[in-house]
């Protein structure tokens, strides 16, 4: 199964120390060897984004900052797992590299797996398909 963990936090930007820095790289080298870690990557500060929105029938594009945002996504990873128990497991390990090489920081990893046709009931399984290999 393919699962997304999505970083994210109030405490935005921060950077991290460059222990955790060395840490995660450590922990992504050995996930990427092993054949489950798909992708990951960070994201630049909100005031370099931009939302495009629907209300009231039209479009509407708000560029970043964004005032109502209380916790920030930071960064992102895509993983191959066998079950949501492996997803957690990842989850928890990635999460103890801050509580070993950043203390302070807080934060959430959330983990999401992606929607498949056998979990979805979806009638459209090409573009459920493309959108879970993407």
């Known amino acids: 199964m393919r699962f997304m963990s999505i970083i994210l936090s109030s405490q935005f930007p921060v950077q991290p120390t460059a222990s955790l820095m060395e840490a995660m790289g450590k922990l992504a080298d050995r996930e990427i060897k092993a054949g489950r870690m798909i992708d990951m990557g960070g994201l630049m500060p909100i005031e370099t984004g931009v939302q495009v929105r629907i209300k009231d029938g039209e479009l509407k594009v708000i560029d970043g900052p964004f005032v109502e945002a209380k916790e920030v996504i930071g960064g ?19 999460m103890q590299l801050h509580i070993e090489h950043m203390p302070g920081w807080e934060g959430t990893c959330e983990v999401r797996a992606f929607a ?13 398909d493309a959108l879970a290999r993407a």
């Open 116 to 128: 498949t046709p056998e979990e979805t009931g979806c009638q459209a399984p090409k573009i459920v």
């Open 76 to 94: 992102y990873a895509i993983f191959e797992f066998r079950n949501k128990e492996e997803a957690l497991a990842s989850a928890k390990e990635f």
